[in-house]
């Protein structure tokens, strides 16, 4: 079956700006979950969404958001760009974790965010 | 606070050598740990998880809650193994993926 996509596959914005990135989980799978990846940070938790609700959130600023559509796809927002922000986004999804023996997480390729 | 540690940015062996890529946790509770890998423009992916106890690709992780530690070992490297391994810790009751910094694991010909 196919992967987690996520699109646009690249982006470049400027200070300031907003943008939205996209996530469609693996077919069946409810849970999405994003994340941050810098060179100097690592990869960090954003928030995780499952049946249109966030269920937890990471300590990123108010200006991170995301939601959460009835077919599972996501989105999430970044308003007011700071050069900061330049970052590989990954999402992530998986089944409801009813049996975490066997749950996992697929990611997605990411979405390589360059602010200038 | 949850915390993963992997001490090596950078690890460099030979063909058939054996290999151990570090990883501490600092968890208050029972930890659930992966470790994940991402080859060369490849997505990130697990490797495997230490409740499954199982080998993939010849690699192994044992948790020792003694020295909250979940060691990736394989004893004899193959040059396909070269990439970046990221240890993880699964925050209980979520699907929050606490990661640490990774090790870009090359194996030398």
């Known amino acids: 079956k196919a992967g987690v996509t996520q699109t646009p596959r690249y982006l470049i914005k400027t200070r300031g700006q907003q943008v939205t990135l996209s996530c469609s989980p693996i077919?069946?799978?409810?849970?999405v979950s994003w994340y941050q990846q810098t060179p100097g940070q690592g990869l960090q938790f954003l928030f995780e969404y499952f049946s249109e609700t966030q269920r937890n959130k990471g300590n990123f600023p108010g200006r991170f958001s995301g939601r959460q559509f009835s077919n599972s796809r996501s989105e999430m927002n970044v308003s007011t760009l700071e050069l900061g922000d330049s970052a590989l986004y990954l999402c992530a999804s998986s089944h409801n974790r009813v049996d975490s023996s066997t749950d996992t997480q697929y990611f997605g390729p990411g979405t390589r965010l360059t602010v200038l | 606070a949850q915390r993963v540690t992997q001490p090596e940015k950078l690890l460099s062996v030979f063909k058939g050598a054996p290999v151990e890529l570090k990883c501490n946790y600092s968890?208050?509770?029972?930890?659930?740990l992966f470790w994940y890998v991402q080859y060369s423009r490849q997505r990130l992916q697990l490797l495997l998880r230490h409740i499954s106890r199982e080998s993939i690709k010849g690699f192994t992780a044992d948790l020792n809650k003694g020295e909250t530690s979940f060691h990736l070992k394989k004893p004899f490297a193959q040059e396909e193994d070269s990439a970046m391994y990221y240890c993880?810790?699964?925050?209980?009751?979520?699907?929050?993926?606490?990661f640490g910094k990774g090790t870009k694991l090359t194996v030398n010909p």
């Open positions: 968890y208050s509770g029972s930890p659930e």
């Open positions: 993880a810790l699964l925050q209980g009751g979520s699907e929050k993926l606490v």
């Open positions: 077919s069946g799978h409810r849970s």
